[in-house]
């Protein structure tokens, strides 16, 4: 399942004629076997893979809309996984990447999506009242760790869906959220990507938020405020499981 674009001076072409950026090839299909986790994403300068990647990440990774703003779609959206290889005519930077997975989807998985605004309750991720502290990683490790690479942005992405799961599962092994998460907005102002890893300690006295909101406070100086706002939504419209050819 191959899928060709265009060559560099194509891009060009394209771009002059307002068309979506493209990979020049790229290859989509159905993961082989569920792992039941949303797989591993990487970019490079000018690649694109993906592995036992659920079409609701791939829609996360191509928009940057948390899950929690992602509403609509099959029932299949975070459970059928894929696997994605993608490569584009030059070094193109992560938020080419980013417009060129959007072209991707729609026309392998057929994927059509609008946005909305909404008044929602969201939770503002922010500095602590001693500032962040997001240097070298404590090296927590055995059960009751959680780890995490990468930028704060994906972070409150996955803030957002740990709030849902059952504090008796344990945080390390992959496992689905359940309920209707509450988005988490990255109000840092902090760029860059790190290792965070923080011990969470389950309470029978308490609930998932001020569980992780404790972490969060004691551990790496980051809190979580509540406040009700509008909130964008990117509304699936319409998705096809099984990958197209081109």
């Known amino acids: 399942m191959i899928f060709r674009a265009t060559t560099l001076a194509g891009l060009a072409i394209a771009a002059a004629l307002g068309q979506p950026p493209a990979f020049e090839v790229a290859s989509v299909r159905l993961s082989p076997s569920i792992v039941g986790h949303d797989g591993n994403v990487v970019m490079n300068p000018g690649v694109f893979t993906a592995h036992n990647t659920t079409l609701k990440r791939l829609i996360f990774e191509a928009y940057q809309v948390p899950y929690s703003q992602i509403t609509g779609g099959p029932g299949w959206l975070d459970t059928s996984e894929y696997e994605v290889e993608a490569k584009a005519a030059d070094r193109a930077s992560v938020e080419q990447l980013r417009l060129m997975l959007r072209t991707l989807l729609a026309s392998r998985l057929k994927l059509t999506v609008h946005r909305e605004t909404a008044e929602r309750r969201v939770y ?25 690479h990468g930028g704060l942005d994906e972070f409150a992405n996955v803030l957002a869906i740990q709030l849902t799961i059952p504090m008796v599962e344990d945080p390390t092994t992959p496992s689905r959220a359940r309920g209707t998460a509450v988005p988490v907005v990255n109000k840092t102002g902090i760029q860059g990507e790190f290792e965070i890893r923080l ?23 980051l809190t979580l405020v509540p406040r009700k706002g509008p909130v964008e939504i990117l509304v699936i419209d319409h998705a096809e499981k099984t990958p197209s050819e081109n």
Do not use: H, M, N, S
């Open 124 to 148: 503002e991720l922010a500095p602590g009242k001693g500032g962040a502290r997001l240097g070298a990683a404590d090296q927590k490790t055995g059960p009751g760790t959680f780890r995490f």
């Open 199 to 221: 011990e969470i300690k389950p309470d029978a006295g308490a609930d998932a938020f001020t569980i992780w909101q404790r972490a969060l406070q004691e551990q790496v100086g």
